[in-house]
């Protein structure tokens, strides 16, 4: 039986995004429970031999973090409304904060089966791309996309079956950081690292050339 409160290792992930607010509660107190682990848990998984990749121009979509419009319509933030408020008051913009994005759906064949050969079900692919001079704000992930993806698996899956890896597709240049907890990350294409679901994380360009990762995530096998 669930309990009536919401409680990690209890109500699932779809239940937990009926409610966002009280999951970056339960999220607050993972961090507290897990400081001692100082990365925040993030141990290097493997290295991927990567193909020959190409990004068309078709697929690519706007993901810049703090965007005023979502496909061509005023963006909702709904429940996310008061952290949008707190980053705009911190000076970050929709120039800053720029992100592109391919989706799991549109991502090619001979990348797919590379990532296919992580230790992950059910899982969701994005390919990130930020440009020089963007920044993504320190934050935990929702898993709205993943819940979206599988409505079904939610109601069965609590967080502590997750799995969240990166995957690094661009080497690392001067300027460029992925930063887990308080551990800057070192990394080269093709490097994958894996962190738990409460893992607060932030990276930043201030290169002169786009730099690429995979979000995976997803349940452990």
């Known amino acids: 039986m669930k309990s009536n409160k919401l409680d990690l290792h209890i109500n699932t992930i779809d239940e937990?995004?009926?409610n966002l607010m009280m999951y970056y509660d339960r999220v607050k107190q993972k961090q507290k429970q897990?400081?001692?682990l100082g990365?925040?848990?993030?141990?290097?998984i493997r290295h991927l031999i990567l193909p020959e990749i190409t990004l068309?121009?078709?697929?690519?979509?706007?993901r810049t973090i703090l965007r005023?419009?979502?496909n061509g319509k005023p963006r909702n933030w709904g429940t996310k409304r008061e952290w949008r408020d707190y980053m705009v008051s911190k000076g970050y913009n929709t120039e800053n904060t720029k992100m592109y994005y391919v989706d799991h759906d549109n991502i090619e064949d001979n990348l797919l089966t590379a990532l296919n050969t992580l230790p992950i079900k059910y899982p969701v692919f994005s390919v990130n791309i930020q440009p020089p001079?963007?920044?993504?704000?320190?934050h935990?992930?929702?898993?709205?996309i993943w819940r979206d993806k599988y409505p079904e698996e939610a109601k069965r899956h609590t967080f502590d079956d997750t799995v969240f890896f990166i995957v690094f597709l661009t080497p690392q240049e001067t300027g460029h950081s992925f930063q887990c907890g308080l551990t800057n990350i070192r990394?080269?294409?093709g490097d994958v690292i894996g962190m738990p679901y409460y893992t607060k994380h932030a990276t930043a360009n201030a290169g002169f050339t786009n730099k690429i990762l995979v979000q995976c995530l997803g349940i452990k096998e």
């Open 140 to 144: 935990e992930d929702t898993w709205r």
């Open 187 to 189: 990394w080269g294409a």
């Open 16 to 18: 937990f995004h009926n």
């Open 34 to 36: 897990n400081k001692d």
């Open 39 to 44: 990365v925040g848990g993030v141990v290097n």
């Open 68 to 70: 005023d419009k979502e």
């Open 56 to 62: 068309p121009e078709e697929f690519i979509e706007d």
């Open 133 to 138: 001079g963007s920044v993504v704000p320190a």
